[in-house]
């Protein structure tokens, strides 16, 4: 398959461990957030989303904090597993409704068994 | 459930030819978005249609145009090919929802090469 991201971040930890990847988002006006995660060859697959008005909201395994006052935003993975190894992207939009999605640069995970 | 889908896999043009891209979005949904994603980089915006029209646009020339059918179902058509569109095109999809946003999902995109 292709290879995404070739020159990006990179996370490299053990299976089992939790992994933190970290995202700095540009729109202070933001205030819808979505941790997509991209496999080499397919497109990005939704992991866990979070508004404004929440600053943290778990899911299986994942949690996203939010940081408004920095514009930070944080993907946990708890007990990372080898098929949690792909890039990971943040993306923010503004406003409620059909609106565009403004991504990240993007984060590579890479887990050794 | 069947998820967003999108034609061809992969795609090889030259400079100068025009190539058009099918996007059919997940089952319910009303809306779909075009992405170009170069590269080692996050997708880019293209533009979003809704009830057959053009809602919103990114940064991107009239080169790049859609449209979307009755069906929800849509097609993304670039003219005069430059090497600089060779990229992944992802097409998302989403439901319109009062006073909530629309999640995007994304489909396994269009691998396009411009020789």
Same mark, same amino acid.
């Given at each position: 398959?292709?290879?995404?991201?070739?020159?990006?971040?990179?996370?490299?930890?053990?299976?089992?461990?939790?992994?933190?990847?970290?995202?700095?988002?540009?729109?202070?006006?933001?205030?819808?957030?979505?941790?997509?995660?991209?496999?080499?060859?397919?497109?990005?697959?939704?992991?866990?989303?979070?508004?404004?008005?929440?600053?943290?909201?778990?899911?299986?395994?994942?949690?996203?904090?939010?940081?408004?006052?920095?514009?930070?935003?944080?993907?946990?993975?708890?007990?990372?597993?080898?098929?949690?190894?792909?890039?990971?992207?943040?993306?923010?939009?503004?406003?409620?409704?059909?609106?565009?999605?403004?991504?990240?640069?993007?984060?590579?995970?890479?887990?050794?068994? | 459930?069947?998820?967003?889908?999108?034609?061809?896999? =992969?795609? /090889?043009?030259?400079?100068?030819?025009?190539?058009?891209?099918?996007?059919?979005?997940?089952?319910? =949904?009303?809306?779909?978005?075009?992405?170009?994603?170069?590269?080692?980089?996050?997708?880019?915006? /293209?533009?979003?249609?809704?009830?057959?029209?053009?809602?919103?646009?990114?940064?991107?020339?009239?080169? @790049?145009?859609? =449209?979307?059918?009755?069906?929800?179902?849509?097609?993304?058509?670039?003219?005069?090919?430059?090497?600089?569109?060779?990229?992944?095109?992802?097409?998302?999809?989403?439901?319109?929802?009062?006073?909530?946003?629309?999640?995007?999902? @994304?489909?396994?995109?269009?691998?396009?090469?411009?020789?």
């Amino acid at each position: 398959g292709e290879s995404v991201g070739l020159h990006l971040p990179t996370l490299s930890v053990q299976e089992g461990d939790n992994s933190i990847i970290n995202c700095a988002y540009s729109n202070s006006a933001s205030d819808y957030f979505i941790w997509y995660k991209q496999e080499s060859g397919k497109g990005p697959q939704f992991i866990i989303d979070i508004r404004s008005n929440m600053d943290k909201r778990q899911g299986q395994r994942v949690t996203v904090l939010l940081n408004k006052t920095v514009k930070h935003l944080s993907l946990q993975i708890a007990a990372t597993q080898p098929g949690d190894s792909a890039v990971y992207f943040c993306a923010e939009n503004f406003n409620t409704g059909r609106r565009a999605l403004t991504f990240g640069s993007g984060t590579r995970l890479q887990v050794q068994p | 459930d069947a998820g967003v889908t999108q034609s061809p896999t =992969h795609l /090889i043009k030259t400079r100068g030819q025009q190539v058009t891209l099918r996007c059919s979005p997940k089952s319910g =949904h009303d809306t779909v978005s075009w992405y170009q994603q170069a590269l080692g980089q996050g997708p880019q915006f /293209i533009f979003q249609y809704y009830e057959e029209e053009e809602r919103q646009r990114g940064n991107f020339p009239d080169r @790049f145009s859609g =449209h979307q059918f009755p069906n929800y179902s849509s097609e993304l058509n670039v003219n005069a090919l430059l090497l600089g569109d060779s990229a992944l095109y992802l097409c998302a999809s989403s439901l319109v929802q009062a006073g909530s946003t629309d999640t995007q999902y @994304f489909g396994p995109g269009t691998r396009l090469t411009v020789l």
